[in-house]
Nanobody, 121 residues
Framework: QVQLVESGGDLVQAGGSLRLTCAASGPIFTVNVMGWYRQAPGKARELVATISSGGSTIYADSVKGRFTISRDYVKNTVHIEMNSLKPEDTAVYYC???????????????WGQGTQVTVSS
């Protein structure tokens, strides 16, 4: 059973910073893409940032220059450093990992339970 456990969500004032961490565990052979998504009340889940096994990153336009994603390939963890936070960044943040269970096996996405980030104005 693959588990993704997020931590670091909190209440912070606008302009502040937070660092979220997600650790993947279980019978994982390889992790391909890891990333963060978020969902605000009444809105669809949206991509925040992803990082590939090769280190390539993708960011949503709304967070470019403010958020930085990083990864520990040995520990299967992914972090996101969030600076200059805005009230519109308020959402539940979900970790995602694309994993397989044996060499050359198919990849499948797994999700964490989410961590709440609230930015007050």
């Amino acid at each position: 059973q693959v588990q993704l456990v997020e931590s670091g969500g909190d209440l912070v004032q606008a302009g502040g910073s937070l660092r979220l961490t997600c650790a993947a565990s279980g019978p994982i052979f390889t992790v391909n893409v890891m990333g963060w998504y978020r969902q605000a009340p009444g809105k669809a889940r949206e991509l925040v940032a992803t990082i590939s096994s090769g280190g390539s990153t993708i960011y949503a336009d709304s967070v470019k220059g403010r958020f930085t994603i990083s990864r520990d390939y040995v520990k299967n963890t992914v972090h996101i450093e969030m600076n200059s936070l805005k009230p519109e960044d308020t959402a539940v943040y979900y970790c995602m990992a694309d994993v397989n269970f044996y060499s050359s096996g198919p990849y499948a996405p797994y999700w964490g339970q989410g961590t709440q980030v609230t930015v007050s104005s």
